[in-house]
């Protein structure tokens, strides 16, 4: 009996363990889930917030950038600016005012 009594033990130790280890995985993974749900809230609005994009030759110095900045900004649109092609383009994502 002193065996069984000792692998019941041990069996009830590994049980335990695994109980813990279970419990601790779940809080990680609705940790994982509050995130995830404050990530694809933010996308979205991204996401809703862009009204389109335009790729142009130049950089952000080329007469092209300030004329088209300068028409969206003074519409209240919101520009995002991103270099291209060894920084020779320039994508500029169309976004709706911000205020």
Known sequence: MDKR???IRQLENERNQLMAENQE???IINDIQSVNDIMREDIEKECAAECGCIVIEGSRTSA??????GILLANNYSVEVIPMDE???LKIV???SEV
Do not use: G, P, S, T
Request: aromatic share 12%; glycine share 0%; proline share 0%.
């Open 87 to 89: 920084r020779r383009k």
């Open 25 to 27: 995985l779940k809080y």
């Open 64 to 69: 092209a950038y300030q004329d088209l900045v």
């Open 94 to 96: 169309i976004k709706e």
């Open 5 to 7: 009594d000792k692998k």
